[in-house]
């Protein structure tokens, strides 16, 4: 497997607070995406730590859901003279297990898996409500904690769309309310072959005439890297801005971090 990741700064920022890395580890290839909250502090070191803590457990083979790495980045920005309010940032992960791959989000962010039959995009986008993520960091403050356990109703709402894989407007699925603290998801070698994470960025991106872009489309295009070797993230992000109609000069008014998890067939 073949993994690569890329963060750029968006139209409207003048820092960029997402931040992306890939790896691998004792079950194979990761991914990992944070989000800075634009309301607090510093998140722009902030969603660095997180991610590179997170990194850490998937590096032994852990999925970075646990209290454990928000304390050890706590621990970081503690020594850094930062407030903890810096580790404001979503989490959206995705790691090898077994033979198959598993999706995280935590807050706010975007996975989407590309079918082997037919070249299809499944894509899961989750909104957490009133623009104020379950961040990971939550945990680090008892008021806040509190706040969010007892709050009634939907915590954040899960949207997912797919492509038909033959060119035809995607199709989208019914909203679903969600209480937990986050969205996993399953998927299996023998009917996906890569997976992306992304922040909510993703769903940013606007066309030369200011209309929102698709971020199924957006999601296909950087799947659908002829190449896996060497930065193609990267080059697939470059690209967006060189396709042909309306897309083109697409490019993203929000920060927008992005991996790919790609199987190569031998």
């Known amino acids: 497997m073949l993994a690569d990741a890329h963060f750029e700064r968006g139209r409207g920022h003048a820092v960029c607070q997402d931040y992306a890395l890939w790896g691998t580890g004792a079950r194979g290839a990761w991914a990992v995406v944070c989000d800075g909250c634009s309301s607090s502090p510093e998140t722009d070191v902030g969603a660095r730590l997180l ?20 304390r050890e980045a706590a ?17 959206v992960a995705a790691a090898v297990h077994g033979d ?28 957490c409500l009133d623009e104020t993520p379950d961040y990971p960091s939550v945990v680090l403050d008892p008021e806040r904690r509190a706040a969010w356990r007892d709050r009634p109703g939907p915590r954040a709402w899960t949207e997912r769309w797919s492509s038909s894989g033959d060119g035809a407007a995607p199709s989208r699925g ?18 996906y072959d890569r997976v992306l994470v992304a922040s909510d960025g993703l769903a940013s991106l606007r066309d030369r005439e200011g209309a929102p872009v698709d971020p199924v489309w957006v999601a296909a295009r950087l799947l659908d890297a002829p190449s896996t070797t060497g930065c193609f993230v990267r080059r697939r992000l470059s690209r967006l801005g060189q396709a042909e109609g309306p897309f ?3 490019r993203p008014d929000d920060d927008l971090a992005v991996a790919v998890l790609a199987w190569e067939d031998a």
């Open 248 to 250: 083109g000069d697409a």
């Open 51 to 70: 991610a590179h803590a997170a990194a850490a457990a998937l590096q032994r083979g852990r999925l970075p859901g646990s209290i454990s790495i928000v």
């Open 100 to 127: 198959a791959v598993v999706g995280l989000i935590r807050g706010d962010g975007v996975v989407a898996g590309r079918r082997r039959s037919d070249g299809a995009i499944e894509l899961t986008m989750r909104r």
């Open 75 to 91: 621990a970081v920005a503690e020594r850094l003279g930062l407030s903890a309010f810096c580790l404001d940032a979503t989490l």
């Open 174 to 191: 019914p909203t679903i309310p969600e209480r937990g603290h986050a969205w996993v998801g399953h998927f299996p070698r023998d009917r």
